[in-house]
């Protein structure tokens, strides 16, 4: 039952496991948190890997047969929440797995504030406790996913003495801008899916918002978000700031009630100091955690990174378990997998449905060629015209329209893969505006696939210089202005990362919008942005003065552009036909 890989080796399955329940931890302030041990059946020390999280600890050893993220329930809790990682794998090739309740959850003392300082400081707490005890070797490692991963990089960043390693897979980064305020736009679907007492198995929690403002001015800000329009029309939202001290409500009221980047938001991963993050770092990036692709040339310290298929992993997870192994294998005992010496960055490419391996992200030798937006709905490399026309879409909670536009078919494989953006010259009727783009493959059966999105409210327009690179823009986030009706203003919108192959006889396309599109898989679903109530008019400008584009990362194809003719000289071209 062991993998081979070349001449290099990878720690043996040979230990049967020894399980240690409800085990209580201190923390540096008096609390007590709970854990799970689960260790090789012998005298000896080993490495270990250690989480913690707010959901259900009873469940994520269970032998349970994978399923999709989001698809089952165990035990009355959904599987997606099963994160951890494969205990059996680890254990009985010599590794102990300690998994935990996050404070004011399951068995653990305290109260659960998301995401805040005092669950990075118990983290910490947690690793250099265990590094003590002795069936541990003094080496201690972080692995798992989404929640379980959430805060390595924070952790990493107090420096841990005994953490040697970290395999943030899908962790959260930068929460406010990559996950529940993209673009100054709420997730509101995913917020109310996530932060709820079916997911958390939370006992005692306080608003962090509460403790800054005191219960009035609290009260009073409660009453305000209560007479938004937008926030008003969520019936779920309502339900929750009608009842903000019932327990599990917090969360959703933080996030909420802290709509741009402040002390809340940068405890939480808006200010991550990189140059103290040391340690080696194995990074996983999915479309909805896209976080380590923006920051991987900030982390000086040896790293890799993997952007996964679109179908996101299994629950229970285990896909990663020999990638993992050989991770921690070289860190953690010193071993010579081989994993340093194969290339850094692996992206899969949809379309291609192959891996790409690079030396470096964005991938060397990748340019990045604008794509203008023409009146006639077309997208291509040709300048766009003086006198050129504006579209406009009317937005409303009545009528959710959109605009689209279209590249020729492709006549040659081109490969996109990376960080791709949108200037867009804009104005509306209103005070505010949201912009929803999408980026899709259309094959020549027109079937449209969806391969990233990309969010901002005008009001959020302001960009962060210092972050902002030409195909990765950042908006500041922290002062928000109203836009004057009937003004043009410039836009630039970043999208989720991309990776496909737009095969011969594909389009690309893009749709401006101020609504989400129905989901189109399982995982999306609930994942729905705040929409404006308001009734709106958004048009959108191309011309020489405005010239409104779209910049892709190309990493093959497209030497020459895209032929607006499809590269069509048949007797069956329409076009050509009219000519005779």
């Not at 040979?14 to 399980?19: D, G, H, K, P, S």
């Not at 490495?47 to 009873?58: I, Q, S, T, W, Y």
């Not at 118990?122 to 692995?143: H, T």
Request: net charge neutral; proline share 8%; aromatic share 12%.
């Amino acid at each position: 039952m062991d993998a081979v890989f070349g001449d290099r080796k990878v720690s043996p399955r040979q230990y049967e496991i020894r399980n240690e329940y409800d085990v209580s931890v201190p923390m540096r302030d008096g609390v007590k948190l709970n854990v799970n041990i689960s260790r090789p059946d012998s005298k000896g020390k080993f490495p270990a890997l250690v989480g913690l999280a707010p959901f259900n600890l009873d469940f994520q050893d269970d032998y349970i047969w994978p399923s999709a993220a989001r698809s089952s329930r165990v035990r009355g809790t959904p599987s997606v929440n099963i994160e951890s990682g494969p205990r059996d794998f680890f254990v009985r090739r010599g590794y102990v797995k300690v998994t935990g309740s996050s404070r004011g959850t399951g068995k653990s003392g305290g109260v659960f504030q998301y995401t805040g300082v005092k669950e990075v400081e118990d983290n910490y707490d947690l690793i250099e406790w265990v590094a003590k005890q002795p069936w541990c070797n003094g080496s201690v490692g972080m692995a798992g996913i989404a929640y379980y991963a959430g805060l390595e990089p924070l952790i990493a960043a107090m420096q841990p003495p005994h953490l040697k390693a970290i395999a943030p897979l899908f962790s959260f980064w930068d929460d406010y801008r990559y996950f529940w305020w993209t673009g100054g736009i709420l997730a509101n679907g995913f917020l109310k899916w996530v932060n709820n007492l079916v997911n958390n198995d939370i006992h005692t929690d306080r608003s962090v918002l509460l403790d800054e403002l005191g219960e009035k001015k609290f009260k009073e800000a409660i009453a305000y978000a209560l007479a938004d329009k937008d926030i008003s029309a969520d019936p779920g939202l309502v339900g929750i700031l009608k009842n903000p001290f019932a327990l599990g409500n917090a969360s959703v009221i933080d996030i909420l009630l802290h709509p741009a980047i402040c002390p809340y938001w940068e405890e939480r991963g808006a200010k991550i100091a990189f140059d103290k993050i040391k340690i080696p770092a194995y990074f996983g990036v999915v479309t909805h955690r896209p976080g380590a692709m923006y920051h991987w040339q900030e982390f000086k310290g040896p790293k890799k990174m993997v952007y996964v298929p679109p179908a996101y992993v299994d629950r229970p997870f285990y896909q990663f378990a020999w990638e993992l192994l050989r991770w921690f294998d070289h860190w953690l005992k010193g071993m010579d997998t081989g994993i340093q010496d194969e290339p850094p960055v692996r992206i899969f490419v949809t379309g291609a449905n192959e891996w790409l391996n690079a030396a470096d992200f964005p991938v060397p030798g990748t340019k990045y060629i604008p794509f203008n937006l023409h009146e006639n709905h077309s997208l291509c490399e040709i300048e766009p015209w003086p006198e050129a026309e504006a579209l406009s879409y009317d937005d409303s909670p009545a009528s959710r329209g959109s605009i689209k536009y279209s590249s020729a078919p492709m006549v040659e494989n081109t490969e996109i893969v990376g960080l791709a953006s949108l200037k867009l010259y804009t104005s509306c009727r209103g005070t505010d505006m949201n912009i929803f783009a999408s980026l899709w493959d259309a094959d020549p059966d027109g079937k449209e696939t969806c391969l990233g999105r990309g969010y901002l409210k005008a009001s959020h327009r302001e960009m962060d210089a210092k972050l902002s690179k030409p195909w990765h823009p950042v908006p500041k986030d922290t002062n928000p202005q109203p836009v004057i009706p009937g003004q043009v203003y410039e836009l630039a919108i970043g999208f989720s990362p991309l990776s496909n192959l737009f095969k011969v006889g594909h389009r690309i396309v893009l749709k401006i919008s101020s609504a989400d599109d129905d989901p189109e898989n399982l995982f999306q679903v609930g994942m729905y942005h705040l929409c404006s109530q308001t009734p709106n008019t958004v048009t959108v400008y191309h011309n020489a003065q405005y010239p409104s584009h779209l910049l892709l990362p190309i990493t093959r194809g497209n030497i020459i552009g895209t032929y607006v003719s499809g590269g069509d000289i048949s007797l069956k071209n329409k076009e050509f036909m009219k000519l005779k």
